[in-house]
């Protein structure tokens, strides 16, 4: 007869005709918690699944892996799909640095077409400036007809899934060929005396024509912006609302919800009147001038730290666009079959919408991230360029001010993931002296973003 050790518990395997019917229910309810705690729990004490799992009120999942061997070290509902938020950069990334490589630029090209007319190349460069256009346009002959070609991102400005609400924000800027200072403007609303207009200063001049200011001084209006509204007709961005008379100054960023409107009058400002916009004839064009971007990697170590959606989407749509892809669905469709083709990670029940984890609609599950994170691990060129870019805990990016405590401070390197009631994150550790895969998910929590993420650094600090 053998003999299995159940923790404390002695269970005999082969037959025991002395067992009573309570011994039986017994001995399949510690062999039942046995097993639970097997899931969320190993042997080498780490217990941060098992503690993710006590949280109340929330749905979550946890992995911990070892990155050398791909041994799961801990893992709590790591097959359950939620919502992964910004944690899905990490996939766009990692498929763009094989997709279109490190060294890949946007370009915005100038170019010279037939008939004298002068052609205007917009390459989705997510960091262009209005420094850069004009730098561009002095290559162009004065009183020149421009044709402006945006055609270089075939997707709409926005995936299916997204919060209306999240529109008048600048993370939620639309994507397009056309992108000007991200596609978001400063704004500064100067208050007056009580029942007076407040005074608008744009950062942006030309922008006159796409915000209209309707906000008032008020003796008793709340502070902090809490009484400022904004709708959207037609093309304006209209700011109603109050602020405290005599108060501070209150700096604004808005969306550019127009980027085709919003360049024709950058271009008018600066004295190019003649503009339509149009694809460029067949065939190639003399080159006039042509301004490059950062290379992917250095976009991107921005872009991760900060979780700029506008950026990851633009590398998202670059991908796209070199596999013709059109449409939303048939995006994530895509990016789920490179991610299987680069790193062998099947894609399962998982979904995608689009490239920056701001659609509801996508779903994930914290296994499958923990396998890209392992097979991104096996190749050291990818390993070091992806560390590169991730916040680390206490020192930058979206983790500067988070678990910041002494004897933890730099040793978690991940990113980010939060939306309304969702704290995740997916990166690596070094919190016990060696790396170690670390993927939680933490959705649904009644508070909002802030409170999960608190949660979620609880969890972390009590399972050190």
Not at 106 to 131: I, K, N, S, W
Request: glycine content about 8%; charged content about 20%.
């Amino acid at each position: 007869m053998r003999v299995v050790r159940l923790g404390a518990f002695l269970l005999e395997r082969g037959p025991h005709p002395t067992l009573s019917q309570r011994e039986r229910v017994l001995t399949l309810v510690l062999l039942t918690a046995s097993l639970f705690l097997s899931a969320c729990t190993h042997s080498g004490g780490s217990n941060m699944c098992a503690r993710l799992a006590d949280v109340p009120h929330a749905t979550a999942a946890c992995v911990v892996q070892d990155p050398k061997t791909g041994s799961i070290l801990s893992e709590y509902q790591s097959q359950r799909l939620l919502v992964p938020a910004s944690t899905q950069k990490l996939v766009t990334y990692l498929v763009a640095l094989k997709a279109l490589g490190p060294d890949y630029r946007f370009h915005t090209t100038l170019y010279q077409l037939p008939g004298g007319e002068v052609g205007l190349r917009m390459g989705g460069d997510p960091t262009l400036t209005m420094a850069d256009l004009r730098a561009l346009l002095e290559k162009m002959p004065k009183n020149a007809r421009l044709r402006v070609d945006d055609t270089a991102i075939l997707l709409s400005p926005y995936a299916p899934g997204v919060a209306v609400e999240d529109l008048q924000f600048c993370f939620a800027a639309p994507l397009s060929a056309v992108m000007l200072g991200t596609n978001c403007t400063s704004i500064k609303l100067v208050p007056t005396q009580a029942g007076q207009k407040v005074r608008l200063v744009l950062e942006d001049p030309w922008m006159t024509s796409f915000v209209e200011n309707r906000v008032r001084s008020e003796e008793n209006c709340p502070a902090n912006g809490g009484a400022l509204l904004q709708e959207q007709e037609g093309l304006k961005t209209v700011l109603t609302g109050c602020l405290p008379a005599g108060g501070e100054v209150f700096p604004l960023r808005l969306p550019i919800r127009h980027p085709r409107e919003a360049l024709r009058m950058a271009l008018e400002a600066i004295g190019v009147r003649h503009v339509h916009y149009a694809a460029l004839p067949p065939g190639e064009h003399p080159t006039l001038s042509d301004h490059a971007s950062e290379d992917l990697q250095t976009i991107s170590v921005v872009a991760m730290k900060e979780s700029d959606n506008l950026k990851l989407s633009a590398l998202f749509a670059a991908i796209m666009a070199k596999h013709q892809i059109q449409t939303w669905p048939e995006a994530g469709k895509k990016l789920r079959e490179l991610t299987h083709h680069y790193y062998g990670v099947a894609p399962g029940r998982v979904s995608m919408w689009d490239g920056s984890g701001w659609s509801r609609y996508n779903q994930m599950t914290a296994g499958y991230l923990a396998q890209l994170l392992y097979q991104a691990y096996q190749d050291p060129e990818i390993y070091a360029l992806l560390k590169e870019t991730f916040p680390r805990n206490g020192m930058d990016g979206t983790l500067k001010k988070r678990l910041a405590e002494e004897g933890i401070r730099g040793k978690i390197y991940a990113k980010t993931g939060g939306l309304k009631g969702i704290s995740n994150l997916a990166g690596y550790m070094q919190l016990r002296g060696h790396e170690e895969i670390l993927v939680l998910f933490l959705n649904f929590w009644p508070l909002e973003q802030g409170a999960a993420s608190m949660q979620l650094d609880k969890v972390i600090m009590g399972a050190r």
